[in-house]
């Protein structure tokens, strides 16, 4: 059974929750005649262009452009790290804009991977001068995880679910009380490390941190599920094809949060 999605950038949307193309049962049919059956038949079969409707070649070509934006500007942001800190409060505000905007704009979800590319490359840029080689283990870890997470989808193996939405829902709330709590003590020198309590804390000899990294990437991992969820249930209900930028701004999300997650996750490996 279809559920919601936590993403906001779906969740918002009406034609990712099936609610966004209903029928008006008073609307009249007309029947097309005999000849124009015909010509229907006869012509080519429409595209999403003809048909102005989302497809999912569609949503893999704006998804690309985006990540190509993003790869593209990480690659400055790496050179200069003194840019994370504005290029995250920058792209916290075009996430907001973008989610409560009722219609997706292309440029501002350009935009948004432009800020977040400068960030995570900045970022990436400061990890890798501390833990040598531990973008790449992100990269490829990220990489594998949405290949790994797709694949299982596209084969009917893994679906989202109402119950396992609310653990995930549950779960999340969890992390983020944690997360803040853990960046208060850091605030207020409470916790002096890098990584405050994922790095002090130890259950059974590990660090609190990779148990932490392993669950919030189980979660992107759902996460990515729920976003292809919400995607098909877009193609099904024949949603507009400006609603393909929604679908990429949302895969950016989930796969920016699950590479941050494992680059953190890899960074507390080392300690």
């Given at each position: 059974?279809a559920?919601?999605?936590?993403?906001?950038?779906?969740?918002?949307?009406?034609?990712?929750?099936?609610?966004?193309?209903?029928?008006?049962?008073?609307?009249k049919?007309?029947?097309?005649s005999?000849?124009?059956?015909?010509?229907?038949f006869?012509?080519?079969?429409?595209?999403?262009?003809?048909?102005?409707?989302?497809?999912?070649?569609?949503?893999?070509?704006?998804?690309?452009?985006?990540f190509?934006?993003?790869?593209?500007?990480?690659l400055?942001?790496w050179?200069?790290?003194v840019?994370?800190?504005?290029?995250a409060?920058?792209?916290?505000a075009?996430?907001?804009?973008?989610?409560?905007?009722?219609?997706?704009?292309?440029p501002?979800?350009?935009?948004?991977?432009?800020?977040?590319?400068?960030?995570?490359?900045?970022?990436?840029?400061?990890?890798?001068?501390?833990?040598?080689?531990?973008?790449?283990?992100a990269?490829?870890?990220?990489?594998c995880?949405?290949?790994?997470?797709l694949a299982?989808?596209?084969?009917?193996?893994i679906?989202?679910?109402?119950?396992a939405?609310?653990?995930?829902?549950?779960?999340?709330?969890?992390?983020?009380?944690?997360?803040?709590?853990?960046?208060?003590?850091?605030?207020?020198?409470?916790?002096?490390t890098?990584?405050?309590?994922?790095?002090?804390?130890?259950?059974?000899g590990?660090?609190?941190?990779?148990?932490?990294?392993?669950?919030?990437?189980?979660?992107?991992a759902?996460s990515?599920?729920?976003?292809f969820?919400?995607?098909?249930?877009?193609?099904?209900?024949?949603?507009p094809?400006?609603?393909?930028?929604?679908?990429?701004?949302?895969?950016?999300?989930?796969?920016?949060w699950?590479?941050?997650?494992?680059?953190?996750?890899?960074?507390?490996?080392?300690?």
């Open positions: 059974m559920t919601a999605s936590n993403n906001p950038a779906f969740s918002r949307l009406p034609v990712f929750n099936g609610k966004g193309l209903e029928k008006d049962p008073t609307a049919v007309a029947t097309p005999a000849d124009g059956l015909q010509q229907m006869d012509g080519p079969t429409a595209t999403a262009s003809d048909t102005n409707r989302m497809s999912y070649d569609d949503v893999i070509v704006k998804t690309g452009v985006s190509v934006v993003l790869l593209a500007f990480a400055v942001g050179q200069f790290p840019l994370a800190l504005p290029a409060l920058i792209g916290f075009l996430a907001l804009v973008n989610i409560f905007k009722r219609k997706p704009s292309p501002l979800v350009l935009a948004y991977a432009a800020a977040q590319g400068l960030f995570i490359g900045a970022i990436s840029g400061v990890f890798e001068t501390l833990y040598p080689g531990v973008v790449v283990q990269v490829i870890a990220t990489v995880v949405f290949a790994v997470t299982l989808f596209a084969s009917g193996k679906r989202a679910s109402k119950r939405t609310k653990i995930f829902l549950i779960a999340m709330i969890g992390y983020m009380v944690f997360s803040v709590v853990n960046l208060v003590l850091m605030a207020t020198g409470v916790q002096s890098g990584f405050g309590l994922n790095s002090t804390v130890s259950i059974l590990i660090p609190l941190g990779l148990i932490i990294g392993v669950v919030v990437t189980l979660l992107a759902y990515l599920v729920l976003d969820d919400d995607i098909k249930r877009g193609v099904t209900a024949g949603a094809r400006i609603y393909g930028w929604s679908a990429a701004f949302g895969l950016i999300v989930t796969v920016v699950l590479y941050l997650t494992l680059l953190r996750t890899f960074a507390i490996a080392r300690n």
